[in-house]
């Protein structure tokens, strides 16, 4: 990490400077922001506390620069991205270290994150073909406009804005602005405050690949200081942003006409009907309701079993849960901290809540810290908040349905709609099912999941706007630009055709 850090200058003793223009540097303000490790509490280092005056500047540079990249061809900069794959790969030990301390993610969970960012890196250089364009002849609609041809092809936005989370600050701002270099923009990134670290490596990275200076630059800050200034410069051109549903419908109404790709909250429902195969659903339910501890917008928040099944479900689960470890994810224990202690106290509101308004506590209940045990909620009814709200965090509630319309409706009736689960044996009542929920994905006998990084990602309602993934990506980050060619009589072939 020392050959990483400071040969290429990105910090000074403890404190992360920012990236602009090709250089690294310290904030005018003279404030830091002290990133802790939410498992010991230890400080990892400090990151710059940037202004609104360098926010300026720095959108000023990446509007300078786009077209420079812009001008590079689409090859060259597919080049530029497996160059950042391979680099990412060579250091995917050291980094997912070093985000592990940060976010308190397991280790072998946090190297993979690095490596899946550089998937992500390598599959959006294969999807280079998305840029190509098309023509058309006018008489297709018109008979009178044989004379014109249109000819399509796609061009940049301009400066992309990508604000990353804390959860996946690695793999999913990597997923913004892999698409986002390619095609052909300049990149202004925000990355969240915790996981600001792991993430400014972006620009060290890009550099050694060959980003040109200004290409790409990456500020850190208060998002109540630096965060409306970002998102309504009248220079930043398009907005990608991960992250909470109050922050993403928050940035929609300052950014005004800038076209937006938002994945917000969700509270992902696992429907089991009573012919589901239990193991395969037991497994998916753990893994999806407690890897990193719950805190992924496609957790599975909430089971909705079938009467038939209910008890048998709840049995296997709680004994599979009662197997997690917990503790330092160093030790890449399956349990590790929250990523702070505010987010502890909401998570245990919600579970005091439903404790008071007479939910049962199959397992659970129990902090240390910013650790918390894996939680069982049965008994859970609708007004209790942990049916309806997103606790990020390791707690499962499960709510006994009568039907499969009573489960349709409970799950229709959530302010989000990012996934939902369907777990059966009988297929075309799953497809039944799927056409009636108000969801981006269904996912029928798995886990709700946000790849693989190919296919579509979206959601409804509060869960998001507009459809990631990395081909669509690619297609919100640019826009078809239509030359008319319309010919002149001169020159025209006429020839004289028997119409029959």
């Known amino acids: 990490m020392t050959e990483i850090n400071d040969a290429l200058k990105i910090k000074e003793g403890s404190e992360y400077k920012y990236y602009i223009n090709g250089e690294w540097k310290k904030s005018s303000s003279g404030n830091v922001i002290e990133i802790k490790n939410p498992y010991n509490n230890e400080v ?18 990446a509007n300078d620069n786009y077209e420079c990249w812009e001008q590079i061809s689409i090859k060259e900069r597919a080049n530029v991205l497996r160059k950042t794959a391979n680099i990412m790969l060579e250091w995917a030990d050291t980094l997912g270290y070093l985000l592990m301390r940060e976010i308190g993610k397991p280790l072998n969970s946090a190297i993979s994150e690095i490596k899946r960012t550089a998937e992500i890196f390598n599959a959006t250089a294969d999807s280079a073909s998305q840029m190509i364009g098309e023509t058309m002849r006018g008489d297709i609609l018109d008979e009178s406009a044989r004379d014109k041809i249109s000819m399509t092809y796609r061009v940049p936005l301009g400066v992309v804005l990508c604000i990353g989370p804390f959860n996946y600050p690695f793999n ?112 998916a339910i ?74 049962k506590i199959i397992c659970g209940n129990k902090r240390k810290g910013n650790l918390m045990w894996p939680t069982i909620l049965d008994n859970v009814s609708l007004e209790m908040r942990v049916a309806w709200e997103e606790p990020f965090g390791p ?57 693989p990084d190919h296919f579509p990602f979206l959601g409804t309602k509060s869960s998001g706007l507009g459809t990631q993934g990395v081909k669509y990506a690619i297609e919100a980050m640019s826009r078809p630009k239509v030359v008319v060619m319309n010919l002149s009589e001169k020159g025209k072939l006429v020839r004289e055709c028997e119409v029959r």
């Open 44 to 61: 990892v280092g400090s990151v710059q506390a940037c202004t609104i005056q360098e926010v300026d500047q720095m959108i000023h540079v």
């Open 286 to 359: 753990v893994k999806g309701a407690f890897s990193y501890s719950g805190q992924r917008c496609t957790a599975v928040k909430r089971v909705l079993p079938m009467p038939q099944i209910a008890n048998h479900l709840i049995e296997r689960v709680t004994e599979q849960v009662l197997q997690l470890s917990v503790g330092d994810p160093a030790k890449n224990k399956s349990i590790g901290p929250l990523i702070s202690s505010k987010q502890c106290d909401y998570v245990q509101e919600l579970i005091d809540d439903a404790l008071e308004k007479g939910a």
């Open 395 to 451: 707690v499962l509630p499960f709510i006994r349905v009568k039907s499969v319309q009573e489960a349709i409706d409970i799950s229709n009736k959530s302010e989000y709609g990012l996934q939902g689960m369907i777990f059966t044996e009988n297929i075309d009542l799953a497809f039944n099912i799927a056409q009636e929920l108000q969801v981006g994905t269904v996912q029928i006998n798995g886990q709700s999941s946000r790849g």
């Open 172 to 283: 999913l701002t990597g997923s913004k602005i892999a698409p986002a270099l390619l095609a052909g923009n300049s990149v202004v990134m925000k990355p969240s405050t915790q996981g600001s670290i792991t993430a400014l490596h972006f620009g060290v990275i890009l550099e050694k690949a060959g980003v040109p200076n200004g290409v790409f630059n990456a500020i850190t800050g208060y998002g109540s200081e630096i965060g409306d200034h970002l998102s309504s410069h009248p220079l930043i051109d398009m907005i990608s942003f991960t992250g909470s549903s109050e922050t993403g419908k928050h940035i929609a109404k300052s950014a005004g006409m800038k076209p937006l790709l938002l994945e917000l909250g969700g509270k992902d429902a696992a429907i089991v009907l009573d012919d589901a195969s239990l193991e395969l659903t037991v497994n």
